[in-house]
C-alpha cells in the first residue's frame, strides 16, 4: 500500500519510543555539511527551526503554516528484497518481550532482523549488540507481508532504524508503523533496493521526499508520507491522540 496524500503541514516535536528517543532537534544552519558516518554509531539528525508556542497540527491541514519543518535521517542503509515478512522482521519466539517494558524493548532491537535467510552475509545486527548500525533500511515490494504483529516495526524502532524505504507495504504493517510510532514507512517511485547496497550512506529527507545516496551520488524521488507523518512524530496514534486532546493524558 502506497502512502498518499500530501504532506501535512509542520512538523513540531519528534517523539518515536518513549523508551529509546533516536532524535535531537537543532536550528537549522546556514550551510549544512553532512557528518561522516562512523560504522558504530548511525546518525538520525533533524534540523528544525524551535517554535515558542508548539502544537501538534491537524490530521488534516486546511492550509500549510508558514513555517516548514524539515526532518532529515542521515545514516547506513540496510537493503533487503522482495516480501520481507514479519517473520523474518521478529521470529515468533520472541513475541512473549513486551516493549513496554524497557529491557524487553531493548531485547526486542537485538532481535530485529535475525529471522532473515542465510543469504544475507552481512547481518543486520552484530553478534552481542542490542541496536544496529544501520538506520535506514532499504526494501523491495510487499514489506512486512504474514502475520500481523506490531512487534515487526517495534523491534526496528528499538534496534535503531529510523526510516523503511520500500517499493511497497503489506498494508498491516504500515499501518502498525504508524500506530506505534516507531519508523517511517517511506514509499520509492522506482526499486531502489536494487541500486543500493547493504552500507550506502544516504540521507532521507521527508520535507522533499527524496532519499539520496552519497555513495552512488543518485537522488530518488519518495512519495509524500502525507498525514500519517504527525501520528508518526508523535510517538504513535495513542500519543497524537493525546496531545490533540481526543483523550486524556495519562496523568489527567
Not at 518513549?18 to 549544512?32: D, E, H, K, T, V
Not at 491541514?61 to 517473520?87: E, I, Q, R
Amino acid at each position: 500500500m502506497a502512502a498518499s496524500t500530501t504532506l501535512s503541514s509542520s512538523i513540531t516535536t519528534f517523539k518515536l519510543s518513549p523508551y529509546q528517543p533516536r532524535a535531537s532537534s537543532i536550528n537549522p544552519l546556514p550551510s549544512l555539511k553532512l557528518p561522516s558516518i562512523s560504522s558504530n554509531n548511525p546518525l538520525i539528525s533533524h534540523f528544525a527551526p524551535t517554535p515558542k508556542n508548539p502544537t501538534l497540527p491537524p490530521l488534516r491541514s486546511a492550509a500549510a503554516t508558514s513555517t516548514t519543518t524539515v526532518t532529515t535521517f542521515h545514516g547506513l542503509c540496510y537493503v533487503v528484497g522482495d516480501n520481507v515478512d514479519t517473520d523474518q522482521i521478529i521470529p515468533a519466539e520472541y513475541l512473549t518481550l513486551v516493549p513496554s517494558n524497557p529491557d524487553e524493548y531493548k531485547k526486542l532491537g537485538s532481535y530485529a532482523l535475525c529471522g532473515l535467510p542465510s543469504s544475507y552475509q552481512t547481518r543486520f545486527i552484530e553478534p552481542g549488540e542490542f541496536t544496529s548500525k544501520y538506520s535506514i533500511i532499504i526494501g523491495g515490494d510487499n514489506f512486512g507481508c504474514g502475520s500481523s504483529r506490531e512487534h515487526a516495526p517495534v523491534a526496528l524502532g528499538a534496534a535503531g532504524v529510523a526510516a523503511v524505504v520500500a517499493e511497497s507495504y503489506a498494508r498491516i504493517f504500515f499501518r502498525n508503523s504508524v500506530a506505534t510510532g516507531e519508523v517511517y514507512p517511506l514509499d520509492s517511485e522506482v526499486r531502489i533496493c536494487e541500486e543500493c547496497k547493504t552500507g550506502d550512506v544516504v540521507t532521507v529527507e521527508l520535507g522533499e521526499s527524496r532519499l539520496i545516496n552519497h555513495t552512488t551520488g543518485k537522488e530518488y524521488k519518495l512519495k509524500p508520507i502525507g498525514d500519517a507523518g504527525p501520528v508518526i512524530e508523535a510517538g504513535g496514534i495513542f500519543a497524537y491522540a493525546r496531545k490533540a486532546g481526543m483523550i486524556p493524558n495519562r496523568e489527567d
